[in-house]
DNA sequence: ATAATAACCTGAGGGC
DNA sequence: TGCCCTCAGGTTATTA
């Protein structure tokens, strides 16, 4: 179930068990998520992993002959256990290391993926068109302003297209849109500079917010027992069944793009 | 190029 | 308890 926060707070959690370290068993027991996964990857052991760090969701980490290409899908995680730790449910990759942890890959729906390639990570074909990163300054009111020109697609249809900027999920993109004061069913183009800024800013203290949330369970990401760097957001609208915290008012829930969204009719316009 | 739709899966939870 | 239905936080491929 991860967003972006998530994403980034696993890159955090298992960056210090695998960065410099050795892959020493490759174990795959489904090859089959949302691409299969390659042969090739099970040559990767005795790699050396050079670093791990990720863009949009998808999750990097190169090796001498190339790099991983993983993405957690729906519902993946990654955990940081001992190698002897048992297998659960689901769990269809385990990267033993020569250190004696492994990272094991959970993902009961398989939307996720684990791609190889040989050249740079970032100009693979489901990575060089991205747009920018939601907390790079590339991404201010400029940028947002211009992506919206002559468009016509709803608001929120155009801030989760990872082509216009990457890591805005479908709660996230409710939440901005609300504290923005945004409908989602807004068109794009019709959106004035200005409350477009103010959309970006909120989009970045949104996360931002959760990812430092997402920090305090870090020290949890290598024990057996804890929770695996995820954590709840407080949502002001995603997911209320009830009444608005700002005007009282009954919250809507409508289905955009196959996904729910919600807002509050009096608050966002 | 843009916009809308189908598709990939399993599991949780509600209603009866 | 069990069956059936709906829904789920992602993204790409395909179609118009």
């Known amino acids: 179930m991860p967003e972006l926060p998530e994403v980034e707070t696993t890159v955090r959690g298992i960056r210090p068990y695998l960065a410099g370290e050795t892959i020493e068993n490759f174990i795959i027991r489904e090859r089959r ?19 791990v ?21 729906m519902s993946g995680s990654m ?12 769990e269809h990759v385990e990267m033993q ?32 068109k991205l747009g920018p990163e ?35 999920g479908n709660i996230y993109a409710c939440e901005a849109l609300f504290s923005a004061g945004i409908r989602p069913t807004r ?7 200005k409350r477009l800024s103010k959309l970006v800013d909120i989009i970045k203290t949104t996360l ?7 920090g305090t369970t870090l020290q949890d990401f290598s024990q057996a027992d804890g929770q695996p760097g995820y954590f709840k957001q407080s949502l002001k609208v995603y997911g209320v069944k009830g009444s608005c915290s700002i005007c009282k008012g009954e919250i809507n829930q409508i289905t955009q793009n196959q996904r729910s969204s919600y807002f509050c009719p009096k608050c966002q316009h």
């Open 97 to 128: 290391m020569r250190s004696g942890q492994a990272l094991k890959f959970r993902d009961p729906r398989r939307f996720g993926s684990l791609l190889f390639t040989e050249h740079n990570p970032l100009d693979h074909k489901l990575l060089h």
């Open 187 to 193: 068109e794009a183009g019709s959106i004035s500079k």
């Open 134 to 168: 939601p907390l790079s300054d590339e991404f201010d009111g400029d940028y947002l302003y211009q992506a919206c020109r002559g468009r016509t697609v709803s608001i929120k249809s155009l801030i989760m297209d990872s082509h216009r900027v990457v890591g805005v």
């Open 79 to 90: 955990r940081i256990l001992p190698i002897s730790s048992p297998v659960e449910k689901h």
């Open 208 to 214: 931002e917010s959760a990812i430092e949330q997402g």
């Open 53 to 73: 760090y990720r863009r949009g969701k998808y999750i990097l980490m190169p090796v001498a002959s190339g790099a991983m290409i993983w993405h957690l899908g």
């Open 33 to 51: 998520l949302r691409w299969p996964i390659s042969t090739t990857i099970d040559n990767l052991q005795g790699a050396r992993i050079d670093s």
